[in-house]
Nanobody
Framework: QVRLVDSGGDLVQPGGSLRLSCAAS????????MGWYRQASGKLRELVAT???????DYADAVKGRFTISRDNAKNTVYLQMNNLRPEDAAVYYC??????WGFGTLVAVSS
């Protein structure tokens, strides 16, 4: 059974940092393009960042220079380092493996 467990969400002040984790089981993430998506209240889910099997990364314009996606294939885990958080970054963040598998999400709140 495939599971993606998202964690690391929290309430932070604007300008703060968080690191999200996505721990996978049942699949080797080394074989998948991994991505982080987010969905704010009342909005559609949107792509935040991806990392392919070679380690190449891509980011939404809104997070470039602030967020970093990385993967640790030995731990079968993907990370999203989020710096200089803004109120508009508040959302439920979801991990995705390929096009088939989703995590359950972790909530990020940004407020003073």
């Amino acid at each position: 059974q495939v599971r993606l467990v998202d964690s690391g969400g929290d309430l932070v002040q604007p300008g703060g940092s968080l690191r999200l984790s996505c721990a996978a089981s049942g699949i080797p993430i080394s074989s998948y393009v991994m991505g982080w998506y987010r969905q704010a209240s009342g909005k559609l889910r949107e792509l935040v960042a991806t990392i392919d099997t070679a380690g190449l990364t891509d980011y939404a314009d809104a997070v470039k220079g602030r967020f970093t996606i990385s993967r640790d294939n030995a731990k079968n885990t993907v990370y999203l380092q989020m710096n200089n958080l803004r109120p508009e970054d508040a959302a439920v963040y979801y991990c995705r493996a390929g096009s088939e598998y989703w995590g359950f999400g972790t909530l990020v709140a940004v407020s003073s």
